[in-house]
């Protein structure tokens, strides 16, 4: 069964950074992507960031784009979301996700976002504040 666990989270200033982890267990060559959402109190969820297994590829959303970056550890099938230059509006509760590539396809693109994600983590809160 796949299950997918956050960690790293927590308080940091603005203008610092974290590093969250979202660790794959049971996952198979029925996925070949994970992508982060992050939702704060009173708005909508919002796509972060891609990661395809497969192919590598990466897409990232217009907030976020040049201060985080993802990536894919194969070997512990963990993926990494490494956030610098943090505002105040990044504090969230960041999930990761994912759904089999039969739903998906293989790369990630600005599309990935609006897939339905059948499983999902528990999630890790990040707070930017000073």
């Known amino acids: 069964q796949l299950q997918l666990v956050e960690s790293g989270g927590g308080l940091v200033q603005p203008g610092g950074s974290l590093r969250l982890s979202c660790a794959a267990t049971g996952f198979t060559s029925d996925y070949s992507a994970i992508v982060w959402f992050r939702q704060a109190p009173g708005k909508e969820r919002e796509g972060v960031s891609c990661?395809?297994?497969?192919?590598?590829?990466?897409y990232y959303g217009n907030s976020v784009k040049g201060r985080f970056t993802i990536s894919w550890d194969n070997a512990k099938n963990t993926v990494y979301l490494e956030m610098s230059s943090l505002k105040p509006e990044d504090t969230a509760v960041y999930y990761c996700?994912?759904?089999?590539?039969?739903?998906?396809?293989?790369?990630?693109?600005?599309?990935?976002?609006?897939?339905?994600?059948?499983?999902w983590g528990q999630g890790t809160q990040v707070t930017v504040s000073s």
């Open positions: 996700a994912t759904t089999p590539t039969l739903r998906m396809g293989y790369g990630c693109y600005s599309g990935s976002f609006y897939y339905t994600y059948d499983f």
């Open positions: 990661i395809s297994t497969y192919d590598g590829s990466t």
